[in-house]
């Protein structure tokens, strides 16, 4: 079960635990981080659950695909480790997964 340290957006540190196969955007929500709105439900068409990965996650899990890569870049709040939380399916691996929730659009 990977765990998942979280800074929320007023900065409030919390650790949740998500399902191997889920992806980081369902474990957020289902761990109770409302600042996570996922307005598209996971279908990588809007930005609504854009995080930040920090401590080497980013270069850890990869590139942003070509749609994930659109939607963070168009967001005032771009950073190098943005991720889209609906496109990092969690896997057993990823213990200690650390995220910052990014400011809305």
Do not use: K
Request: glycine content about 10%; hydrophobic content about 40%.
């Amino acid at each position: 079960m990977p765990r998942i340290e979280v800074t929320a957006l007023d900065g409030a540190l919390s650790t949740l635990h998500g399902i191997e196969g889920e992806t980081l955007m369902e474990a957020l929500r289902n761990g109770g981080c409302d600042d996570i709105e996922a307005i598209c439900g996971g279908a990588c068409s809007c930005s609504t659950c854009h995080v930040y990965l920090v401590g080497g996650w980013f270069e850890a899990l990869g590139e942003r695909n070509a749609g994930e890569q659109e939607l963070v870049a168009e967001s005032a709040h771009f950073q190098r480790n943005s991720r889209l939380s609906c496109q990092v399916v969690l896997t057993a691996a990823m213990q200690d997964l650390q995220v910052v929730i990014a400011p809305p659009d």
